[in-house]
């Protein structure tokens, strides 16, 4: 990401100041919000059906990775990164007309700030009492958190379907409203694409080593790839 020759976008640290609304605005670790935009950049590119999903998205952040992935960068894409970033960050100045925002976080930030509306997983929770006071719920997850994703240790990437499929188990549980006796039916259905949490997967250097080409290209699931 910081090779000037050969990126999709330059990190903020080393890309050019940007000028906008009549302001010089110097951008300071962009390293997440790139990381993942050069991701979807490439993913646009790559797939015919994520392509055919960015395309019909209004949601921002898509449309710039859209851009980066068909054209490269332009002066305009480092003006559209700076409008992404200004809602979610501080801004400072020291000297007039000169803003400096310093960008640095967690990828899972850049995942939940700007896939609240394209969520990786929508879960369903309804009650077979058809008188449960409890409403029917529905939950958006912008990413997702696998149980066992430590068997990936074990295993290695090939056990990544397997554990996809277990996730999106439907479970059926008793309410949870203290005085209804009907059964909780909660399932789960993936969006067009996964982001996956992966905190708890605790790798040991000395005695795990993993390659990319190891990660499955294609998933199965419920039939659908
Ligand atoms: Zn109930």
């Excluded at 295993?155 to 554990?163: D, E, P, Q």
């Excluded at 969006?191 to 998933?219: A, K, M, R, W, Y």
Aim: hydrophobic fraction near 30%; include cysteine.
């Amino acid at each position: 990401m910081r090779s000037h020759t050969s990126t999709l976008i330059l990190n903020g640290n080393i890309s050019p100041l940007c000028n906008y609304d009549k302001n010089t605005h110097v951008l300071n670790n962009t390293c997440p919000f790139d990381s993942v935009i050069v991701g979807i950049a490439v993913a646009y590119v790559d797939y015919e059906q994520y392509a055919s999903f960015i395309d019909g998205s209004k949601n921002e952040y898509l449309n710039l990775a859209k851009d980066l992935g068909r054209h490269g960068s332009s002066k305009l894409s480092y003006t559209r990164r700076l409008i992404l970033l200004m809602p979610y960050f501080d801004i400072s100045t020291s000297i007039p007309s000169v803003y400096t925002l310093n960008t640095e976080c967690n990828v899972l930030k850049v995942i939940q700030d700007y896939m609240k509306n394209d969520p990786n997983c929508t879960q369903t929770i309804l009650c077979s009492n058809k008188n449960c006071p409890e409403k029917d719920r529905i939950r958006h997850s912008a990413s997702i958190i696998i149980n066992d994703l430590n068997k990936i240790l074990e295993k290695g990437f090939s056990c990544l379907n397997m554990l996809l499929e277990n996730y999106l188990k439907s479970e059926r549980t008793p309410c949870i409203y203290k005085h209804c006796d009907g059964i909780l039916k909660k399932e789960k259905k993936l969006g067009s694409h996964i982001f996956i949490e992966t905190d708890q997967l605790s790798i040991d250097s000395s005695t795990f080593s993993c390659l990319l080409n190891q990660i499955p290209v294609n998933i199965n699931l419920n039939n659908e790839k």
